[in-house]
């Protein structure tokens, strides 16, 4: 539905969905300029659901860590604090996109609680071509 309704009323959002309906329509991505193929129906269905699932889940484990990291270190949990409240402070009290980046504490509490508990157990990463290690 959500498909059939953007290209019949050429609706652009500039989000996820514009970027598999761009690589169904044309098979390439602007930015990229290369040729990826054109992608069909259930590919872009299957696309979203691994989008989604593996996001919310990844993100509620994140959270969840963040917040026991943050209960277990009382100092840490004040500085967050602080940080909020010295933002919003600062903006009259909205949040807005560019203050939640300027919460720069906040993003090291989760980066360390990401790098402690990573939610995602394997990362596999493949090499596009082969590296020598200098001296070996």
């Known amino acids: 539905d959500t498909i059939d309704y953007r290209e019949k009323n050429n609706v ?9 309906l761009k690589l169904k329509n044309t098979g390439r991505l602007e930015e990229a300029g290369e040729e990826i193929g054109k992608l069909s129906f259930d590919e872009i269905a299957a696309q979203a659901f691994i989008f989604f699932n593996a996001g919310f889940d ?17 100092e840490a949990q004040e500085n967050a604090r602080k940080c909020v409240l010295d ?17 720069g504490y ?3 509490c989760i980066s360390e609680t990401l790098r402690k508990h990573p939610p995602v157990a394997i990362l596999e990463r493949n090499a596009d071509k082969d590296y020598r290690i200098p001296d070996t």
Do not use: W
Not at 58 to 74: I, Q
Not at 87 to 103: C, D, K, P
């Open 58 to 74: 990844t993100s509620s484990t994140a959270m969840t860590y963040t917040l026991y990291e943050l209960a277990m270190n009382r």
């Open 12 to 20: 652009v959002r500039n989000d996820f969905m514009d970027l598999l």
């Open 87 to 103: 933002i919003f402070a600062s903006n009259g009290g909205q949040l807005t996109y560019e203050s939640v980046a300027n919460m």
């Open 106 to 108: 906040l993003d090291q």
